[in-house]
């Protein structure tokens, strides 16, 4: 068994260590607290008070009210929420507009949705990855019911300006939701500020539980809920609540509300560090999405003359935890799509590495990160002098 000092932990867009203290915010409704919130007694109503704190608390970090904050089972039931949702509420309207570069909670829907006779454009990105604003207003239709674009891709960290995005929707008045699972925590997010009318985040990208996650429904959006049955979430989410974990993501969200700012700084330092030592020791590697505006943890990095599975293979032995990209694809031959359509052919695509850094990394693990990847690319390229040249 990997002792936790041996390991290093570079790969926190899959998913990130819970904080100690949101664990300990946790274990009274694991342990004392354990009433059903929807019972109708005393002992029940201080499960269902600590809820609404928690359901405060998420929405004090989205910068929305709380009644807009649904608590879900993470990012993918709340992306698939949202498409039902606008699907329900406008059945006469048979068009989506999404981008090439989604998580596959969100392209797989879409996907679904072309099999059942739907027309759904897929946006294309640049060599950046970034999107072109006009082509995605043109995109827009009269018959449009709704237009997905995430807030921060969990590959790259490329941001797009969700802003202007959600301008563009309003002015066409189509609905938009935005997948923020990797953005939620690690930069700011002001909805007060944003028109959308959906936002979907996940407790394990920051620091909290997993199993949990929370859906922002604009209080003026139409709304059909996903899951039907109890009253539960105020007759939008049936189902018993998950206390103990809705409890660690409200206190994830507090916390990461309180230190965003000077982790923001300290983690980026720590990412730009890393890829300058690589670039300065490892020739023919370089960042994907450079010059985009990209989040301040995250790292893919494309190196001549590796497969990224060896790579992997090879990190492991060495106690290196990192990935190719989406933990949702992990086992995959084909590349990665990300990087397919920001143009990367099959061997660019499938010789980069995704390195993602988080609260609890040291500037050490980077000093140790920095000797060790450049030994395992070298000694890649010496087993495969072919691929190399």
Same mark, same amino acid.
Request: glycine share 8%; proline share 4%.
């Given at each position: 068994?990997?002792?936790?000092?041996?390991?290093?932990?570079?790969?926190?867009?899959?998913?990130? +260590?819970?904080?100690?203290?949101?664990?300990?915010?946790?274990?009274?409704?694991?342990?004392?607290?354990?009433?059903?919130?929807?019972?109708?007694?005393?002992?029940?109503?201080?499960?269902?008070?600590?809820?609404?704190?928690?359901?405060?608390?998420?929405?004090?970090?989205?910068?929305?009210?709380?009644?807009?904050?649904?608590? $879900?089972?993470?990012?993918?039931?709340?992306?698939?929420?949202?498409?039902?949702?606008?699907?329900?509420?406008?059945?006469?309207?048979?068009?989506?507009?999404?981008?090439?570069?989604?998580?596959?909670?969100?392209?797989?829907?879409?996907?679904?949705?072309?099999?059942?006779?739907?027309?759904? $454009?897929?946006?294309?990105?640049?060599?950046?990855?970034?999107?072109?604003?006009?082509?995605?207003?043109?995109?827009?239709?009269?018959?449009?019911?709704?237009?997905?674009?995430?807030?921060?891709?969990?590959?790259?960290?490329?941001?797009?300006?969700?802003?202007?995005?959600? +301008?563009?929707?309003?002015?066409?008045?189509?609905?938009?939701? $935005?997948?923020?699972?990797?953005?939620?925590?690690?930069?700011?997010?002001?909805?007060?500020?944003?028109?959308?009318?959906?936002?979907?985040?996940?407790?394990?990208?920051?620091?909290?539980?997993?199993?949990?996650?929370?859906?922002?429904?604009?209080?003026?959006?139409?709304?059909?809920?996903?899951?039907?049955?109890?009253?539960?979430?105020?007759?939008?989410?049936?189902?018993?609540?998950?206390?103990?974990?809705?409890?660690?993501?409200?206190?994830?969200?507090?916390?990461?509300?309180?230190?965003?700012?000077?982790?923001?700084?300290?983690?980026?330092?720590?990412?730009?560090?890393?890829?300058?030592?690589?670039?300065?020791?490892?020739?023919?590697?370089?960042?994907?999405?450079?010059?985009?505006?990209?989040?301040?943890?995250?790292?893919?990095?494309?190196?001549?003359?590796?497969?990224?599975?060896?790579?992997?293979?090879?990190?492991?032995?060495?106690?290196?935890?990192?990935?190719?990209?989406?933990?949702?694809?992990?086992?995959?031959?084909?590349?990665?799509?990300?990087?397919?359509?920001?143009?990367?052919?099959?061997?660019?695509?499938?010789?980069?590495?995704?390195?993602?850094?988080?609260?609890?990394? $040291?500037?050490?693990?980077?000093?140790?990160?920095?000797?060790?990847?450049?030994?395992?690319?070298?000694?890649?390229?010496?087993?495969?002098?072919?691929?190399?040249?």
């Amino acid at each position: 068994m990997i002792r936790p000092e041996e390991l290093l932990y570079l790969d926190n867009n899959a998913t990130t +260590a819970i904080d100690p203290a949101v664990l300990e915010s946790m274990r009274p409704f694991l342990e004392e607290f354990f009433a059903n919130p929807s019972s109708g007694y005393g002992f029940a109503a201080q499960v269902r008070e600590a809820i609404e704190e928690a359901r405060q608390q998420v929405a004090d970090l989205l910068g929305c009210e709380a009644r807009e904050i649904i608590f $879900t089972s993470g990012g993918t039931e709340s992306n698939n929420t949202a498409f039902y949702s606008a699907l329900e509420a406008a059945p006469d309207r048979r068009h989506v507009v999404t981008t090439a570069v989604e998580h596959s909670a969100v392209l797989r829907p879409a996907k679904d949705l072309e099999n059942r006779g739907y027309a759904v $454009t897929f946006l294309a990105v640049d060599k950046a990855g970034q999107l072109n604003l006009n082509k995605l207003a043109d995109a827009i239709r009269p018959d449009t019911t709704l237009l997905s674009v995430m807030w921060a891709n969990n590959e790259t960290g490329v941001i797009f300006p969700i802003e202007k995005v959600a +301008a563009i929707a309003r002015e066409k008045k189509v609905p938009f939701h $935005t997948d923020a699972v990797q953005a939620a925590g690690k930069i700011e997010i002001k909805l007060g500020d944003v028109p959308l009318q959906f936002l979907s985040i996940s407790g394990h990208k920051l620091h909290g539980p997993k199993g949990v996650g929370a859906l922002y429904v604009n209080r003026l959006a139409r709304f059909r809920p996903l899951l039907r049955g109890g009253s539960h979430e105020n007759n939008r989410r049936a189902g018993t609540e998950n206390t103990a974990s809705i409890i660690g993501l409200g206190k994830a969200a507090e916390i990461a509300r309180a230190k965003m700012r000077d982790e923001q700084g300290r983690v980026r330092k720590m990412r730009d560090r890393f890829e300058q030592c690589l670039l300065e020791r490892i020739s023919g590697a370089r960042i994907n999405g450079a010059g985009a505006d990209r989040l301040p943890n995250t790292s893919s990095i494309m190196f001549d003359g590796i497969e990224s599975g060896a790579a992997l293979l090879m990190l492991d032995q060495r106690n290196v935890c990192c990935s190719a990209g989406s933990a949702c694809r992990t086992g995959s031959l084909k590349p990665s799509h990300v990087l397919s359509a920001m143009g990367l052919l099959g061997d660019e695509a499938r010789g980069s590495l995704r390195f993602s850094f988080g609260r609890f990394n $040291t500037n050490a693990e980077v000093d140790r990160a920095v000797k060790i990847v450049p030994e395992v690319i070298t000694k890649l390229r010496a087993l495969s002098p072919a691929l190399a040249n």
